[in-house]
T-cell receptor
Framework: SQQGEEDPQALSIQEGENATMNCSYK?????LQWYRQNSGRGLVHLIL?????REKHSGRLRVTLDTSKKSSSLLITASRAADTASYFC???????????FGKGNQVVVIP | ETGVTQSPTHLIKTRGQQVTLRCSSQ?????VSWYQQALGQGPQFIFQ???????GRGNFPPRFSGLQFPNYSSELNVNALELDDSALYLC???????????????FGEGSRLTVL
């Protein structure tokens, strides 16, 4: 099964800065989703972008999708200490209700 | 809060034992997926249940089995536990296919299993 792979895997930034994470995948997808996980707890859905969309915004989040390069990026603007977490991209294939997750990006926002 | 609850939150077992993990799905969701997350890794798909039947399985051996009940709650059973089974087990509920489901998952907080 395909898997998203995030780059970079660990990011440390100052509060107020922007954080950018990238994700690549291998086959055609139905949609791509980003999730957040705090300290080994459950994952929380952040944003979904469909294969026919190129950019989407939700609050301080901006996600882009380039299907020709099979890659996506997640931008968190004006980061806060509370944004400290692991961020995962996950891809959903057509006709398939399962998600394939990447290894995750650990983001630390320093107050 | 997603409305998905899992139990127990933590448990310790010894190699060779069996374990049952439980999950209550969010109201209105008829699909439950189970994922295994090893330390420092992303979640790996174990299997999914839709309307009480297995509806897809990942690369896990048969000693990983599950059930879904008429109220859409679910169990994950693991027999003959191995040390590598130590992980966070996540349950996620969602709407089934054909109801505008985009595949967004609603996760519980997980059950952390340690195998000694």
């Amino acid at each position: 099964s395909q898997q998203g792979e995030e780059d970079p895997q660990a990011l440390s930034i100052q509060e107020g800065e922007n954080a950018t994470m990238n994700c690549s995948y291998k086959t055609s997808i139905n949609n791509l989703q980003w999730y957040r996980q705090n300290s080994g707890r459950g994952l929380v859905h952040l944003i979904l972008i469909r294969s026919n969309e190129r950019e989407k915004h939700s609050g301080r989040l901006r996600v882009t999708l380039d299907t020709s390069k099979k890659s996506s990026s997640l931008l968190i603007t004006a980061s806060r200490a509370a944004d400290t977490a692991s961020y995962f991209c996950a891809t959903r294939l057509y006709g398939n209700n399962r998600l394939a997750f990447g290894k995750g990006n650990q983001v630390v926002v320093i107050p | 809060e997603t409305g998905v609850t899992q139990s127990p939150t933590h448990l310790i077992k010894t190699r060779g034992q069996q374990v049952t993990l439980r999950c209550s799905s969010q109201s209105g969701h008829n699909t439950v997926s189970w994922y295994q997350q090893a330390l420092g890794q992303g979640p790996q798909f174990i299997f999914q249940y839709y309307r009480e039947e297995e509806n897809g399985r990942g690369n896990f051996p048969p000693r990983f089995s599950g059930l879904q009940f008429p109220n859409y709650s679910s169990e994950l059973n693991v027999n003959a536990l191995e040390l590598d089974d130590s992980a966070l087990y996540l349950c996620a509920s969602s709407l089934g296919e054909g109801r505008g489901n985009t595949g967004e998952l609603f996760f519980g907080e997980g059950s952390r299993l340690t195998v000694l």
